[in-house]
């Protein structure tokens, strides 16, 4: 048991920095729920309730527009929380996603043109009353399918959870600015969370990962195939064993008087990132570790492959450095095989921080750059 400390490799390479929205452009709500999406000549991030458009073809990058979400989603002052985004280079085109309290939905945005500064249409799928927590998208060659956690209710602490459900909705509809586009649903039940991948290279299928809540000992791999309105099939086809994964503690950070170290909420073992790209299939997942040269639990950063061929675990790891938490990692391929790692980190003397790390093909890990 243990994390692996980072080790000498391929180092990692920031070639420009942008000042990225803060909390008062997102609505001053805490967390701030980054995410950020990059494609040709773009980079788009969203901060609760705003989105931010760069353009990047010509050198620097430039800001080019900022957009409330609520306009972006058209769904005015309702309360939206959880906003998610991405390229598709399938398609060429921007994709995004936010929950929905006020109408216990899930909504889609998608831009009309592969400029995300330009116009968007917006789509609703709805939760039969109930709240879609924690909303997750992903694309293959002929779906989007959104994920949520489905809880009777949004703003009660105690309210039950219903199970992961997906909305699989026809990709030419979406394109189309079709205004009721075909789609099905699936759950919710069976799986307590649910996680479609990002696509990064054609594929007929959408493949769908899931772990047990509170602590997992298998990863659930199911597949989505076919396209509303014809019918759509989705089945688990394995359930590879990975170490287990649990419920992480949670992560501390100094408080500006110098006083008791304030906590840092982790949540739980659920995926948060997965993308997939010819085969391999990558996923990552907050959990509990004792790093090398630690004597106790941290927050870690789970790191896993699946080959979607063989249906098996083709290797796993655990990130996290002594005497520190390790939080929120996010995770792409690049072009050299490597698979580039973002994360949040944090420990009773270093204020929260994102780092940036890269996994070799040969299993090393770069050290760390400090991003900001």
Known sequence: ???????????????????????????????????????????????????????????????????????????????????????????????ASVSDLDASAVLLAVSDTDDPSGSWHAFTFGADGRCADQPRLGTADGVVVLAADVFTECRDRFSRNVGGELWIVS?????????????????????????????????????VVSVDAPASTVVHLLEVNGIPPDPVDVHEVAAPSVSLLLTPPTAVEPTADGGSAADVATNDDRILDAVWEQGKLWFSANTSCIPQGDTERRACARLAELSTTDRALAWETDLGFAGAYVFFPAIRPDASGNLVVAFG???????????????SPDGTIAPLFVVG
């Open 1 to 95: 048991e243990g994390a692996r400390r980072p080790a000498a490799a391929t180092g990692v390479t920031v070639t420009q920095t942008i000042a990225g929205l803060n909390q008062t452009d997102g609505g001053g709500l805490a967390p701030p729920d980054v995410q950020v999406a990059a494609g040709p000549g773009f980079v788009v991030e969203m901060v609760n309730l705003a989105a931010e458009v760069w353009q990047t073809s010509g050198g620097s990058p430039v800001p080019v527009s900022t957009t409330p979400l609520g306009t972006l989603f058209q769904s005015g002052t309702d309360d939206l929380t959880d906003p998610r985004v991405l390229y598709d280079a399938v398609s060429g085109r921007w994709f």
């Open 171 to 207: 990709k030419a509809d979406l394109l189309g600015g079709v205004d009721s586009p075909a789609f099905t649903t699936f759950g919710p039940g069976t799986f307590s969370s649910l996680t479609p991948v990002h696509s990064l290279s054609p594929t007929a299928t959408e493949y």
């Open 345 to 359: 980190r944090s420990s009773p003397t270093l204020a929260p921080e994102v780092a940036v790390t890269a996994r």
